[in-house]
């Protein structure tokens, strides 16, 4: 069975760091393409950033490049998110989707595999 995990959410003030993680069991994360969306409240779900399994190519949405930073450790099988220079816009549930394509999609119906999301608050 396959279950995938988010951690690392919480309260944070504007200009603070969070790191979230996304791990999974039942299937081999670090051969598969990892997307983290986030949805904020009374907002549809978006893409953030992507890392894809083949030479870990990894993309940023616009409203986060420069600010967040995604890495894989193949040997925890499981991925980081790291998040700086946070703002209060970045307020949201954030979820880990994977699947085993090559590509990164911003489209959540490309994603069989979903964690239960992790809430992040920047508030001062």
């Known amino acids: 069975q396959v279950q995938v995990v988010e951690s690392g959410g919480g309260l944070v003030q504007p200009g603070g760091s969070l790191r979230l993680s996304c791990a999974a069991s039942g299937l081999p994360l670090d051969a598969y393409t990892i997307e983290w969306f986030r949805q904020a409240p009374g907002k549809k779900r978006e893409g953030v950033s992507c890392?894809?399994?083949?030479?870990?190519?990894?993309y940023y949405a616009d409203s986060v490049k420069g600010r967040f930073t995604l890495s894989r450790d193949n040997a925890k099988r499981t991925v980081y998110l790291q998040m700086n220079s946070l703002k209060s816009e970045d307020t949201a549930v954030y979820y880990c989707?994977?699947?085993?394509?090559?590509?990164?999609?911003?489209?959540?119906?490309?994603?069989?595999?979903w964690g239960q999301g992790t809430r992040v608050t920047v508030a001062s």
């Open positions: 989707a994977t699947r085993d394509d090559p590509d990164c999609s911003d489209s959540e119906e490309d994603y069989p595999y």
């Open positions: 890392i894809s399994s083949v030479d870990d190519y990894t």
